[in-house]
C-alpha cells in the first residue's frame, strides 16, 4: 500500500469517528463517545506504527541483531520455549 494511499484511509477514518464521537456527545450517549475516541487513537497510533521503519533480517544485509537460534544458550540464561521443552522429553 502506499503511503499516500494509508494517509487517506487514515483521515477517512479518524473523520469518520470523530463525527460519531462528536453526535454521541450530544446526545449524551458516553458509551458511544468513549469508544469513539478509543478509537481514533487506535487509527493514530496505526498510523504512526505502519510509518515507523524496522530493521530488516536479510543474510546479506549487516545487522546488529542476530538470526541465529538461542539454543546454544546455557541453562538458566534463558526462558524455555515450548518446543525446547518437548525436545527434552
Known sequence: MKPH???KLTLAAALFLAVVTLVSIFLK????AT?????IMTVLS???????T????YPNEKSKHSTKSD????PGYAYPGPMDILEKQ
Open 5 to 7: 494511499t494509508r494517509y
Open 29 to 32: 450517549l458516553e458509551t458511544v
Open 35 to 39: 469508544a469513539g475516541i478509543a478509537g
Open 46 to 52: 496505526t498510523y504512526i506504527w505502519s510509518q515507523t
Open 54 to 57: 524496522r530493521p530488516t533480517y
Open 71 to 74: 539454543k546454544n544458550v546455557p
